[in-house]
């Protein structure tokens, strides 16, 4: 089967689902990285090219990378003035002080080396350039918990854990301002700010529920049970939703952002 952890597969309902409503958190990253109209700015796990674009919006030089393939291939056909290259945050192809700004949009949680990723980070930020980086730190809620009793109905709570783990290693370390900051300090970075700000995403019940199926468990179960099988899963957790949840859904996230200079 195709490697789950890719989130090749799951472009297009990225695109359609999420997208839209990351623009807000995009833009919120933008501003707290100071970005200004001129600067040179990477976008690190681009995705679908939400934060490239609010970059480019704000007259940055911008060039977003991220490792999927499929996710670069709906970046270039919904925002063609963003440039994207595929690419991972260890041994990036560019020179050493090559950008002004990097930025990360909720993609710590996704290094294996995170450590090792932000020393190449550091190595392509001009000196007295800057990082910024945004992460989710709210804990689960009711529509998560239902999600994740959905999910174990199917495939053991532990082997569903251990997967999680390998897709986002960082998912339980990246829940705090604390942590974030402290990592970026670990990594080099000074002059490191931090702040938590609120969002509220409105779904229609089932765009929630198919958009659930982006992520790291939804994946590793799609590919377990094959597509006959995963869309089975689906149907019952529209039922499951529908009755236990109102139409539309309000999703309440809190995300931290953390901005830090290279001295």
Do not use: C
């Not at 970005?35 to 090219?49: A, Q, S």
């Not at 291939?73 to 700004?101: E, K, Q, W, Y």
């Not at 007295?128 to 992460?135: E, I, L, M, Y």
């Not at 779904?203 to 982006?214: A, H, P, S, T």
């Amino acid at each position: 089967m195709d490697d789950w952890r890719s989130y090749d597969r799951v472009a297009a309902t990225y695109e359609r689902v999420h997208a839209p409503r990351m623009a807000e958190p995009a833009r919120d990253l933008i501003e707290v990285a100071g970005i200004r109209d001129g600067d040179r700015v990477l976008d690190l796990g681009t995705g679908t090219g939400v934060a490239a674009q609010a970059a480019a919006d704000a007259g940055a030089n911008v060039i977003g990378v991220d490792g999927s393939v499929g996710m670069l291939a709906v970046a270039r056909s919904a925002r063609a003035d963003v440039r994207v290259a595929a690419a991972t945050a260890i041994d990036l192809p560019f020179r050493a002080g090559a950008f002004d700004v990097v930025i990360g949009g909720f993609v710590l949680a996704h290094f294996a080396k995170v450590e090792t990723a932000l020393f190449d980070v550091a190595r392509v930020t001009k000196p007295g350039g800057r990082v910024a980086f945004s992460a989710w730190v709210d804990g689960h809620d009711t529509f998560q918990q239902t999600w994740a009793e959905l999910l174990t109905s199917v495939v053991p709570k532990q082997v569903l854990t251990s997967a999680t783990n390998e897709a986002s290693p960082g998912l339980d370390r990246f829940t705090s301002r604390g942590a974030v900051q402290e990592t970026l300090y670990e990594a080099g970075f000074r002059k490191i700010r931090t702040e938590t700000r609120r969002y509220r995403f409105t779904y229609r019940l089932d765009d929630y529920v198919e958009g659930l199926g982006v992520w790291a468990p939804g994946r590793f179960v799609h590919g377990m049970l094959g597509d006959a099988g995963w869309e089975a899963l689906l149907a019952r957790a529209q039922r499951t939703f529908a009755d236990r949840f109102p139409d539309p859904i309000q999703d309440f996230r809190d995300a931290v952002f953390a901005v830090g200079s290279k001295e």
